[in-house]
C-alpha cells in the first residue's frame, strides 16, 4: 500500500512538471502563432484592393480564412482525438506554412487566384492551432482550468503587439531582395509558425491525454461527485451533424457554444466597421489605431484574471457577467463620435469577449468525458468560426443600409442571447459544485 501511495506521488510530481512545461509551450505557441497571422492579416485589405483592383472586396481575404477555419475546425479536432494535441497541432503548423508561402509567391508573382486559395490554408491552419487553448485545460482539474486556459490565450497580447509591428521590416527586406514589399509579411508568417512547430515539437513532447487521464482520476478519487460527467461511446463514422447534436443536448455545452457564438459574432461585427464609421466621421488613422490597441487590450491583457474568476465564482456567473460587458459596449458605441467613448466602447466589447470566450471554452471542456473532448471541441469551432464569417460579412452590409446604430442594437442583441440560454439550459436536481454546473 505504502508502495503504491509513493508511487502516485511520484507519479502526480512528475505530471505537475510536465503540465508547467506544456502550459509554457502552448503559450509561446500562441504568441508566436499570433503574431505570425496577425503580420499578414494586417496587410490583406491591401493586397486583395491591389490585386483585384476592387476596394469592395476588402472583406474576402477574412471571410476566406474564416471559411478555411470551419472547414478544418472539425476535421482536426478529430485527428487531435486519435494521433494527440501534439501531431495535431503540427499538422496545422504546417498547412499555415503553406498557406504562408502560397500568399508570399502569390503576391510577388501578382496572381489573384493562387493569393486566395493561400489564405484559404492559412485559415485552416489558424482554425487548428487555436485548439491549443483545450491542451491547456484538458491538463489541469476543473478548479484550475479557467486558469490554465487564460494563460495560453493571454499569449495572444504578445501577438497582438509583435505582428502588426513585423508588417514594415518584412516589406523592407521583401523589397531588398527585389520582390513587392506586401509578400514579405506572408514569408514572416511562414517562418514565424515553422517557430512556433518547433515549439510544440519539443515542449509538447509528452502523452498528453494520459496526463489528463491521470489528473481526471485523481480529481475523481477527491471528489464523489465528478465534474466531467457523459460517458458516450465514440462511433467511428460520426458526421458533424450528429457532433452538433451531442452539443446542443448536453446542458453545459449547449451554454459554452451560445457563450463562443454570440461573443465572437457580436465583437466580430463591431469591430469589423469601426475603422470605417470612423473615417466617415473625420477621425484619422492615429485615433484609429488608438482605438483598435484598445480593443486589443480588453481582448488579451486581462484574460489570467479572467480565468481566475471563472474558477473560482463559477462558469454561469462569469458567463452572465462577460455577456453583459459585451452588451455595455454595444450600448456606449453609438452615443458618441468621440474618441475615448469610441475607444471606451471597443475596449468593452474586447472584455466581454475575452471573458465569454476562456469561460465557454473552460465549460466546453468541463462538459464531456476525455475521450470525446476533442471531436465535439472541434465542432464546436465550427459554428463559432461560421459566426465570425457571418458577423464580418454583414456588418459592412448593415453598415451601408441601416447605420451605425442599427449594427450596434443587433450586437447588443446577439451579445444577450447567452442569458437566455443560460435561463433554458438550468440544471434541476442535481448537487452543484462550487466551479462547475454540471449537465445532464
Same mark, same amino acid.
Do not use: W
Given at each position: 500500500m505504502e508502495n503504491s501511495q509513493h508511487m502516485i506521488k511520484v507519479l502526480d510530481q512528475l505530471d505537475t512538471r510536465l503540465i508547467r512545461r506544456a502550459t509554457i509551450g502552448l503559450f509561446l505557441t500562441q504568441s508566436i502563432a499570433s503574431a505570425a497571422l496577425l503580420a499578414s492579416t494586417t496587410v490583406n485589405p491591401l493586397v486583395i484592393s491591389g490585386l483585384s483592383g476592387q476596394d469592395a472586396l476588402a472583406g474576402l481575404p477574412s471571410a476566406l480564412m474564416l471559411g478555411g477555419a470551419s472547414l478544418a475546425a472539425y476535421p482536426a479536432g478529430r485527428m487531435m482525438g486519435r494521433l494527440g494535441r501534439r501531431y495535431g497541432l503540427l499538422i496545422g503548423c504546417v498547412i499555415a506554412i503553406s498557406g504562408g508561402v502560397i500568399c508570399g509567391f502569390s503576391v510577388a508573382?501578382?496572381?489573384?487566384?493562387?493569393?486566395?486559395?493561400?489564405?484559404?490554408?492559412?485559415?485552416?491552419?489558424?482554425?487548428?492551432?487555436?485548439?491549443?487553448?483545450?491542451?491547456a485545460a484538458e491538463l489541469n482539474p476543473p478548479d484550475r482550468r479557467g486558469r490554465a486556459l487564460s494563460s495560453v490565450i493571454f499569449g495572444g497580447t504578445i501577438g497582438a503587439v509583435l505582428g502588426p509591428a513585423m508588417v514594415a521590416p518584412a516589406s523592407g527586406i521583401a523589397a531588398s531582395f527585389?520582390?513587392?514589399?506586401?509578400?514579405?509579411p506572408f514569408f514572416a508568417t511562414a517562418v514565424l509558425i515553422v517557430i512556433a512547430g518547433l515549439v510544440i515539437f519539443v515542449l509538447l513532447s509528452m502523452d498528453i491525454k494520459g496526463i489528463a487521464a491521470r489528473v481526471i482520476g485523481l480529481h475523481t478519487a477527491n471528489n464523489p461527485t465528478p465534474a466531467t460527467q457523459t460517458q458516450k461511446p465514440e462511433e467511428p463514422g460520426v458526421a458533424r451533424r450528429a457532433a452538433l447534436m451531442e452539443l446542443l443536448t448536453n446542458r453545459n455545452a449547449r451554454v459554452a457554444m451560445f457563450t463562443m457564438i454570440s461573443a465572437q459574432a457580436t465583437m466580430v461585427m463591431m469591430m469589423a466597421i469601426v475603422s470605417l464609421h470612423m473615417t466617415h466621421h473625420n477621425h484619422d488613422l492615429g485615433e484609429v489605431s488608438l482605438v483598435t490597441s484598445g480593443h486589443v487590450l480588453g481582448m488579451f491583457a486581462f484574460a489570467p484574471l479572467i480565468g481566475q474568476l471563472a474558477d473560482r465564482i463559477g462558469r454561469r456567473l462569469m458567463? !452572465?457577467? /462577460? %455577456?453583459i460587458i459585451i452588451a455595455a459596449g454595444c450600448v456606449v458605441a453609438p452615443l458618441s463620435l468621440m474618441t475615448p467613448w469610441i475607444g471606451l466602447a471597443l475596449f468593452l466589447i474586447g472584455l466581454g469577449w475575452s471573458g465569454c470566450y476562456i469561460t465557454g471554452s473552460t465549460l466546453l471542456t468541463d462538459a464531456?468525458?476525455?475521450?470525446?473532448?476533442?471531436?465535439?471541441?472541434?465542432?464546436?469551432?465550427?459554428?463559432?468560426? !461560421?459566426? /465570425? %464569417?457571418?458577423?464580418?460579412?454583414s456588418s459592412g452590409i448593415l453598415l451601408q443600409a441601416f447605420g451605425y446604430n442599427i449594427v450596434s442594437a443587433i450586437g447588443l442583441m446577439v451579445a444577450l442571447l447567452p442569458l437566455l440560454v443560460i435561463v433554458f439550459s438550468r440544471p434541476t436536481g442535481m448537487r452543484q459544485e462550487p466551479h462547475i454546473v454540471q449537465a445532464q
Open positions: 508573382a501578382g496572381a489573384l487566384i493562387p493569393f486566395l486559395i493561400g489564405l484559404m490554408f492559412l485559415g485552416a491552419g489558424r482554425g487548428t492551432l487555436d485548439q491549443a487553448r483545450y491542451a527585389g520582390v513587392a514589399p506586401l509578400a514579405g458567463i !452572465i457577467v /462577460s %455577456a464531456f468525458a476525455l475521450k470525446d473532448r476533442a471531436r465535439l471541441q472541434g465542432a464546436n469551432e465550427v459554428m463559432v468560426n !461560421i459566426a /465570425s %464569417a457571418v458577423g464580418s460579412l
